[in-house]
């Protein structure tokens, strides 16, 4: 396969030639490739070139060529996802992103083409202040035209549609409002992710909180109505949602959700909680599509986590707007978990297991010693999956409100282990040498599995047991 017309290196010799380039040469060919692309001189594939070299520029992360569109979209960067996201995601879908660039394109004023022009003259011959001058008025003039637009949009269904229409799909309506709102607070966006270049953010320092705070007053005073659209970007750009409340916390004076509900505060809140039910919807999808225990693990180790720092920031009340959401979210990942991991996943730990006939045998009937049944390495490796899943999961389970299911689970898990450990010990009178290794290996995964759900003490009982049964069988053999 070649990169054009049948001539010139092939993709994979693209690629060993790109793999071989330092950072700093990637960085420059990269510059020089979507410099060509917005001026062609040479007769280059270049979106093929750069499609190649998206793993790398993903990771190494260099400054990219500033190209209109690129710099339109520079202030919701950090609130880009792949897919289109739900309704009450702040997120914007990537596919979104052409039909709203197309549609300013074409209805914009003459100042945002001017705009266009001088920034890329700009970025030929790379000239900052030039550039940021430039982008600056693109981004007032494009809020200006996409709140023209909606503004029309909204004299009547016909004009809504023909909207719709222009932007090629329904769905692109919101993310086109939402786009206009925080360019009109890019400039503040654009400061705040300059003071916090390497994103996502793991932690607020108290000067990063100081700063926060000013510039959140800033728009406030500046851009009164837009600051839920500035803290939503900072939100965006947070390693952890819950830390927001920590901004929240040195804005306001008030004690508790109930009283910061009637502040321009109340919709950052919201969107932290928001945040934190797209993880609980994750929880609920994974289960129903049959993800195995420790992806539910993850996630639900990662919402008790946000959930514990969400109540210690702030006084959280239960009959509060941010409190009684916050419960609501705790209950469905507590009842998600005790239907699946508490519910279904037991049985993955103790149908492992060698197990002893379920009714009474005729009279007569020879039954076979328990550990004489065949050892399954890989369901018992499955099995101690499930049950590590299990009790990390039970280790949570006080901040997920399911104590309950959790005891229960854990309980007939230890019971079950005990008996089948209890009874293959007791057979192991009848067994030979040829057998040794077969037992030994059953032993060795219940007493694991019991160390995993309950600790030391029952697991250490069964292996003393286990290990004079296996002395008596060499002595014999």
């Known amino acids: 396969m070649t990169t054009a017309g049948g001539a010139g290196p092939s993709i994979n010799q693209l690629e060993q030639l790109f793999d071989s380039l330092s950072t700093a040469e990637i960085t420059k060919f990269t510059r020089a490739i979507e410099s060509d692309r917005n001026a062609p001189r040479l007769p280059l594939p270049h979106d093929q070139i750069l499609q190649i070299l998206r793993p790398r520029l993903a990771s190494l992360k260099p400054e990219r060529y500033p190209t209109p569109m690129r710099q339109f979209c520079t202030p919701f960067e950090d609130l880009l996802q792949s897919d ?5 995601s702040i997120r914007i879908g990537r596919p979104s992103l052409v039909p709203i660039w197309k549609v300013v394109c074409e209805s914009a004023s003459g100042d945002f083409h001017k705009a266009c022009k001088d920034l890329e003259a700009a970025a030929e011959i790379n000239h900052r202040e030039n550039i940021y001058r430039a982008e600056r008025i693109l981004w007032a003039e494009a809020a200006t035209c996409i709140e023209q637009q909606l503004a029309v949009s909204e004299q009547g269904v016909k004009q809504e549609r023909a909207l719709a229409t222009h932007l090629g799909s329904r769905v692109h309506m919101k993310p086109f409002a939402a786009v206009a709102r925080i360019l009109r607070v890019a400039e503040p966006v654009t400061e705040m992710r300059l003071r916090f270049p390497s994103a996502p953010i793991r932690s607020l320092s108290n000067s990063d909180l100081v700063w926060l705070r000013e510039k959140f007053l800033e728009v406030s005073h500046e851009k009164p109505g837009y600051e839920t659209d500035f803290m939503s970007a900072v939100l965006a750009r947070l390693l952890r949602p819950s830390e927001l409340f920590k901004v929240i916390r040195v804005l306001s004076s008030k004690a508790d959700d109930r009283s910061l509900g009637s502040t321009n505060l109340a919709s950052a809140g919201d969107m932290v ?11 609920e999808d994974g289960i129903r599509q049959g993800n195995d225990e420790h992806q539910i693990l993850q996630l639900a180790r990662w919402y008790a986590s946000e959930f514990v720092r969400i109540t210690r920031e702030l006084n959280i009340r239960k009959d509060g707007p941010w409190g009684e959401r916050l419960l609501g979210t705790r209950r469905r990942v507590s009842q998600a978990i005790a239907n699946t991991m508490f519910g279904a996943s037991p049985e993955r730990v103790t149908e492992a297991l060698p197990q002893p006939p379920k009714a009474p045998m005729g009279r007569g009937a020879v039954v076979p010693p328990l550990f004489a049944v ?5 369901r018992v490796l499955g099995a101690e999956q499930a049950a590590e899943a299990i009790a990390e999961m039970a280790s949570i389970a006080h901040i997920l409100a399911a104590q309950s299911s959790a005891t229960k689970a854990v309980v007939e898990i230890k019971k079950k282990l005990n008996q089948v450990g209890r009874a293959g010990v007791d057979s192991m009178a009848k067994l030979g040498m040829a057998e040794y290794e077969n037992a030994q290996s059953h032993l060795m995964a219940i007493v694991r599995l019991l160390e995993i759900i309950d600790g030391p003490e029952d697991a250490d009982l069964l292996r003393r047991r286990g290990m004079s ?9």
């Not at 065949?374 to 890989?378: A, Y």
């Open 374 to 378: 065949p050892f399954d390495g890989d």
């Open 469 to 477: 049964a296996l002395r008596a069988i060499e002595e014999r053999g």
């Open 84 to 88: 289109m996201p739900s309704e009450t």
């Open 273 to 283: 909680i928001d945040m934190l039910a797209e993880i609980v919807t994750k929880i």
